[in-house]
């Protein structure tokens, strides 16, 4: 089973990336799917989450407005539509999938992508 994301640049500030989330070896179509950030000296922190099915999402307050989360659960494809990407945003993005709804948690998901970077300069 692996989640396996990608999309990650170098950007300038106001800028936009769609970071992409693709699984291979289950479907992950019956759970919840999100998106963490990690930069330097920082906490993992919880980016944004869908539902299953997909009528619920979940942003962190800095990103609300800006990102947007979508799912392909016949492709096994989760994005990360990223506009008016500011410097603050810059950090190593990963995909998480296997919770039981869009969950704001890290501890919900079992199953974990390795990380695309972002970087967005002033």
């Known amino acids: 089973v692996q989640l396996q994301a990608s999309g990650g640049g170098l950007v300038q500030a106001g800028g936009s990336l769609r970071l992409s989330c693709a699984g291979s070896?289950?479907?992950?179509?019956?759970?919840?799917m999100g998106w963490f950030r990690q930069s330097p000296g920082k906490e993992r922190e919880f980016v944004s989450a869908?539902?299953?099915?997909?009528?619920?999402?979940a942003y962190a307050d800095s990103v609300k407005g800006r990102f947007t989360i979508s799912r392909d659960n016949a492709e096994n494809m989760l994005y990360l539509q990223m506009n008016n990407l500011k410097p603050e945003d810059t950090a190593l993005y990963y995909c998480?999938?296997?919770?039981?709804?869009?969950?704001?948690?890290?501890?919900?998901?079992?199953?974990w992508g390795q990380g695309t970077l972002v970087t967005v300069s002033s």
């Open positions: 869908i539902s299953w099915v997909g009528g619920k999402t």
């Open positions: 998480a999938a296997g919770a039981n709804y869009a969950s704001t948690l890290s501890r919900s998901y079992n199953y």
């Open positions: 070896g289950r479907s992950f179509s019956d759970t919840g």
